[in-house]
């Protein structure tokens, strides 16, 4: 591992490009200087699949491709002496927002949400929240409170929705029906929410827990989102991905198979032709 003083000054860079990030409108980014967007989907701690996703993008060799990844965190990989490995994704991405820093984009999930705010997600009896502090403290030892802080900002920082040109969304989940009424997708554009949003009934939570995949539910959300089509994670799938209804594509990183997605962000694009920049890896 790295030293943490030099993990701890990646992550503060990090959060910085961030806050940053052109085209940022408090946790909205809306694409800036962008012809073809790869998103992976939630990777829980898969080093494989966020390496394969990486080198997919190729983002050295293409200026005006931009790389979106989701939720990074609460996996199956795990130290020897205990504690889940998957706060090294965060690491790597840092590193990576640092090198592209206009072109590289974390969407946070409702596992990232859980660990800073402290709503605990089990997973066979255990806490993934406490298994996720014994890596960072397996990692870092007496520095892990700090890295911990620092991995809070960069998912308090980090948007909630990313949106190319071409009107194609990107986010972690749709908000269900039941919460439409009550989302105002104007609270997305805040640099700070009020720690309600991110309990039941908040917009935040509505954003990041959602199971609803009904074509009625995404076609009502894609209209208060003023976009087309969206690309989310959230749900795991067998094949990798999967096309719940004629507006949404779910990529799944998390296992095998896996999946990410390329499309072109400078011209209008049907859903079939989003569907088919689908790459099962």
Known sequence: MPPPDRVLNILRRAIDHTRRTPGRHGHFVHLQQCTEVVVGGDMHGH???????MKAADLGNHPTRHLILQELIHGEFFYPGGGDKS???LDLYATLKCQFPERVHFLPGNHEMAQMTGRQVAKGGASQNTLFVTG?????GAAAADICRAYHDLFRDSPLAVRAANGVLCCHTTVPARSLPTFDPMLLLADTFDEKEYSPGGSVYAILWGRDTSAEAAEAFLRKMDSDLVVTGHIATDKGFDTPNPKQLIVDSAGTPAAYVKFPADRPITHA???SGVVVI
């Open 47 to 53: 080093l494989g699949n966020f390496l394969a996703v």
């Open 87 to 89: 706060h090294q994704l």
């Open 136 to 140: 960072v403290q397996s990692a870092y």
């Open 273 to 275: 032709e989003l569907v």
